[in-house]
Every structure is written in structure tokens, then in C-alpha cells.
């Protein structure tokens, strides 16, 4: 399968709980995206990430700002992803 370089909205968190508390809340709401760990382009205060598409990222932040989780950053960067 080859790899193609694909902007990707990574969002970051300063505590695990916090990471914790994305995953579960975009479970819950099928809100997209998955969790990864921080790329090495980032710093974050704790090591795991939200993935998911840039044009998700309105929607993913209005959420787990509503729901009181907290983000440390919101950045798109370019990632390698499998192709089909």
C-alpha cells in the first residue's frame, strides 16, 4: 500500500484525562477522528493527540469546548497516511 503526505487537523491536550475525556466524548457524539500519538512536529503536555480531518475542526473544538474539555492546541500539519 503506498503513503501520500495529506493535511491532517491534530488536536492536542496538556493532561491524559483530558485525551481521555475527546475520545470518549467523539465516541459518544460520532464525531470523527481517532487518537494517536503526538507527532514528533508538536509539543504537548501530555502524549496523545485527536486526528481528524481539517475541515472537522470547528465542529471537534466547539464541542469539547462545550462539553468543558481542554485543548491545548489545534494545529493542521501535513501526514503520511496509507492509500488504497
Not at 493527540?49 to 481542554?70: C, F, H, I, N, Y
Request: aromatic residues 4%.
Amino acid at each position: 500500500m503506498p503513503r501520500v503526505r495529506r493535511p491532517a487537523l491534530v488536536l492536542t491536550f496538556p493532561t491524559t484525562a483530558a485525551a481521555m475525556a475527546c475520545e470518549e466524548l467523539c465516541g459518544h457524539a460520532g464525531l470523527p477522528g481517532r487518537m494517536i500519538p503526538v507527532p514528533g512536529q508538536i509539543s504537548a503536555g501530555c502524549g496523545l493527540a485527536w486526528k481528524a480531518t481539517p475541515q472537522d475542526q470547528d465542529a471537534l473544538v466547539s464541542a469539547l469546548a462545550e462539553a468543558g474539555v481542554a485543548v491545548e492546541g489545534a494545529d493542521v500539519i501535513e501526514m503520511l497516511e496509507f492509500v488504497r
